[in-house]
């Protein structure tokens, strides 16, 4: 299971135009709604009712706003790019600049979480999130994330090898 399966290039928004953090989920609920065609006001009233639990800014200029939603069919991902930042209430203070915003359905929660998991680890990388800050297009942004999937994946399967010397144990 690849993140990067649940975002379609129609779920990037390479320029935000949101200023604070009700705006931020009113525009990301949109663009979830004109993807999946789920309605953009539940959309939007469940990621500001699990924003309300405790902020989705995880710090170093993300957040991860998500929501398990009953009318989903699949998990669809969006992600948006504000250059300015956004004050969205990180725990150090930092605005956002990257939004990965996550919504699946309700009978998925496991999945739910391994993507959720999957996101924060790659954007630990300070130099992923800055090409994506600096990313000219969605095509771009989506090319940056794929690629550190990739590499990300690589890791993670050579780090699963045993490796035999030549000549045996």
């Not at 135009?17 to 009700?22: C, M, Q, S, W």
């Not at 209430?89 to 359905?105: K, N, Q, Y």
């Not at 090409?131 to 942004?141: G, Q």
């Amino acid at each position: 299971m690849r993140f990067t399966d649940f975002l379609s290039e129609d779920c990037i928004v390479a320029d935000l135009k949101a200023r604070d953090r009700d705006e931020v989920l009113h525009e990301l609920a949109g663009v979830l709604a004109a993807t999946t065609r789920a309605p953009s006001e539940q959309l939007e009233k469940e990621l500001v009712a699990r924003e309300r639990i405790s902020s989705t800014a995880i710090g170093d200029g993300v957040a991860i706003p998500h929501c398990r939603f009953d009318r989903m069919r699949h998990i669809t991902a969006c992600v948006a790019v504000d250059r300015e930042g956004v004050d969205f209430g990180a725990r150090d203070g930092r605005p956002v600049h990257l939004f990965v915003t996550l919504v699946s359905p309700t009978h998925a929660p496991g999945t739910h979480l391994s993507v959720l998991a999957r996101i924060a680890a790659l954007l630990r990388d300070v130099r992923l999130r800055q090409a994506l800050v600096e990313a000219p297009s969605t095509a771009a942004i989506r090319a940056l994330l794929v690629q550190a999937e990739d590499a990300y994946l690589a890791s993670q399967q050579s780090r699963h090898d045993i490796h035999v010397p030549a000549g045996g144990p």
